[in-house]
C-alpha cells in the first residue's frame, strides 16, 4: 500500500486552494442540508451528469421523504465531502446527512467496530488496504444501479474490484509514481528539458551533475534520494513489474522476490549509491531532503508533489514521468486507486438507497471525479477527464497520463506486510549488511507466515499486459 501521507495542516491548505473557486460550500458537515424553503417532495430539475453511469437530479430520493442518513470519513477528505454533501441535499432538500470526521488511524480503529455492533455509519468513506476488513460488512453495489456495462465504459480497472462476483467499490482516481526534480539545481548543472531521461542510467548520469560533496568527499546534496520509509522497496517493485515480475503468487500465499531478476534489480538500485555515489544512507528522509536544499531528485508517488509544494514553498520543482530500463516496459509501476465511499451492510434498506443514490451522484459527477483527483493527486479513474483542461494544466496530471494505463494495480495488499518489506527486503540489505539473496529469502519466509492469515488475492494477473511477465 502506498497510503497518501498528508498532515491535517496540508490536508486543508490543499482544500482551501480547491475549493476557493466554489461557491456553497457548507461551513459544518452535521448535519449538511440544504435551506428549509425549498420543497421537499421532489429535487429540483437539473443537468443530467454523467456520459454511461448518469445521475438525474430530477428524480426524488426516498419518495420525496424526510430522511437522515449518517456518513463517516477521515479528516484528510473533510472538506470535499462537506462540499459535495452540500451541493447534493441542496437537490434533494428531505434528505440530511449527518457527518462523523476522525483522524485517519481513530477512523480505521473505530469504524469497523462501530459497523459491526451497529452503531457505526450507514455511509463511510474507504481505503482498500482495509478491503479484508471492511468487505464483510459492507453492502455490494446493487447492479440496477450501478450497471456493470456503464461502469466499464466510464472508469478504468473496475472489474479488478470485483471479489466473490460483487463490487463493492470502484477507483475515483488513480495513484503512481513521478520524478521530482529541484529546477535550480537542474539550470545551475547546465541540463535542459532536452536532458529529461527517459531509461534508469540515463538518470543515473543527470543525477551525477547535481550531486555535490564536501572537501571530505561526504555527499551535501544527493543527487538522487530514496531514503526513509519504504522508498526503496517502491522503487524496486517499479523495477521488477518493468522486467515483467509479478510480486506474488497467483493464490496469494507467498511472495515472489527470491527471484534473479529482483536480485539483480537490488543490487542495481544500491548501485545509486555504492557505485554511483549520487546519493547514500545517511540522508533525510527523501522529501524533506527534497524539500530542504539536501536532494536534486527523488521519485514517489503522486501525493508528494502537492506536499513539498505546501510544506516548501520556496522550492521550484519539475515533475516528469518515472523512467524505465529501456522505454519499453512490461508496465512502469504498481498504482494504488482511491475508493468511491462504501455503504454499510448493516443499514436500513432505506439508508442504503439513500446512501448509494449519493455515491452514483458521486462518481456520475464529473466535477467531483476531477476536484478529488486535484486535491489527491491521483488520475481521474474516468475516461471521461483524460483530456479534461484542468488536468491537462498540472504537470504532475500529465506526468500520470504518461504512464498510467501501463501500471499495473496488484490488488487490495493488507497494510501489515508494508513492515515486513521495510525490515528485511530494505533495511537488512541496504543497512544490516544482509546481501540481497537472503534479504529477498527472508523476506518471502515471513511474507507468507502473514500472507497464511489474511485473505488477500493477487489480481497482477489480470493486468492487460500481464502475457509480458515472465513468473
Not at 482544500?15 to 417532495?41: D, E, I, K, R
Not at 428524480?59 to 479528516?75: L, M, S
Not at 534489480?265 to 546519493?279: C, P, R, V
Not at 521550484?316 to 509501476?333: I, K, L, N, R, Y
Request: include cysteine.
Amino acid at each position: 500500500m502506498k497510503k497518501k501521507k498528508l498532515s491535517l495542516a496540508l490536508a486543508a491548505v490543499m482544500s482551501l486552494a480547491l475549493l476557493a473557486g466554489c461557491a456553497g460550500a457548507p461551513s459544518s458537515s452535521v448535519p449538511a442540508s440544504a435551506p428549509a424553503s425549498q420543497p421537499a417532495s421532489a429535487a429540483p430539475a437539473g443537468e443530467i451528469l454523467g456520459e454511461n453511469l448518469q445521475y438525474d437530479p430530477s428524480v426524488p430520493v426516498n419518495n420525496g421523504e424526510d430522511i437522515t442518513i449518517k456518513f463517516w470519513y477521515p479528516e484528510d477528505v473533510k472538506t470535499i465531502c462537506e462540499d459535495y454533501i452540500g451541493r447534493y441535499t441542496a437537490m434533494h432538500p428531505n434528505v440530511t446527512i449527518e457527518s462523523n470526521v476522525s483522524p485517519w488511524d481513530d477512523y480505521w480503529t473505530k469504524l469497523p467496530i462501530a459497523i459491526t455492533n451497529g452503531t457505526g455509519p450507514d455511509m463511510f468513506w474507504m481505503h482498500n488496504a482495509y478491503t479484508d476488513t471492511m468487505v464483510p460488512i459492507t453492502e455490494p453495489l446493487p447492479e440496477d444501479v450501478f450497471p456493470t456495462d456503464q461502469l466499464n465504459a466510464d472508469f478504468r480497472q473496475v472489474e479488478l474490484h470485483r471479489i466473490d462476483g460483487k463490487l463493492y467499490y470502484i477507483d475515483t482516481g488513480l495513484m503512481s509514481s513521478v520524478v521530482m526534480y529541484n529546477k535550480a539545481m537542474w539550470e545551475e548543472a547546465g541540463l535542459t528539458d532536452a536532458d529529461i531521461p527517459e531509461t534508469w542510467d540515463e538518470l543515473i548520469e543527470v543525477c551525477k551533475k547535481m550531486t555535490k560533496t564536501d572537501d571530505a568527499g561526504n555527499i551535501v546534496v544527493a543527487g538522487f534520494s530514496y531514503n526513509g520509509e519504504n522508498n526503496f522497496v517502491s522503487l524496486l517493485q517499479a523495477m521488477n513489474y518493468q522486467k515483467g515480475v509479478f510480486q506474488y503468487t497467483e493464490d496469494g500465499s507467498a511472495s515472489l522476490y527470491s527471484n534473479p531478476v529482483v536480485i539483480e534489480n537490488m543490487n542495481y538500485l544500491k548501485s545509486f549509491y555504492d557505485e554511483h555515489k549520487i546519493g547514500d544512507n545517511k540522508g533525510a528522509l527523501n522529501r524533506e531532503a527534497f524539500g530542504q536544499g539536501r536532494a536534486a531528485v527523488i521519485c514517489d508517488w503522486t501525493w508528494v508533489p502537492s506536499y513539498i509544494t505546501s510544506t516548501f514553498p520556496d522550492i521550484e520543482m519539475g515533475v516528469f514521468p518515472t523512467p524505465s530500463f529501456d522505454g519499453d516496459p512490461a508496465a512502469f509501476d504498481r498504482n494504488n486507486g482511491e475508493c468511491s465511499p462504501c455503504v454499510s451492510a448493516k443499514a436500513t434498506d432505506e439508508a442504503k438507497a439513500v446512501a448509494f443514490d449519493f455515491v452514483k451522484y458521486l462518481l456520475a459527477n464529473d466535477d467531483f471525479i476531477r476536484d478529488f483527483a486535484m486535491l489527491n493527486g491521483i488520475f481521474p479513474s474516468k475516461y471521461s477527464l483524460d483530456d479534461d483542461p484542468t488536468i491537462a494544466a498540472s504537470p504532475v496530471h500529465q506526468a500520470l497520463k504518461a504512464t498510467i494505463d501501463k501500471t499495473l494495480w496488484p490488488g487490495p495488499v493488507p497494510s501489515q506486510i508494508e513492515s515486513i518489506q521495510g525490515k528485511y527486503l530494505q533495511d537488512d540489505f541496504l543497512k544490516n549488511g544482509v546481501s540481497a539473496e537472503d534479504a529477498a529469502r527472508q523476506t518471502d519466509e515471513m511474507m507468507a507466515k502473514d500472507l497464511a492469515n489474511l485473505s488477500f488475492v493477487p489480481v497482477e494477473r489480470r493486468y492487460e499486459g500481464a502475457d509480458r511477465f515472465t513468473n
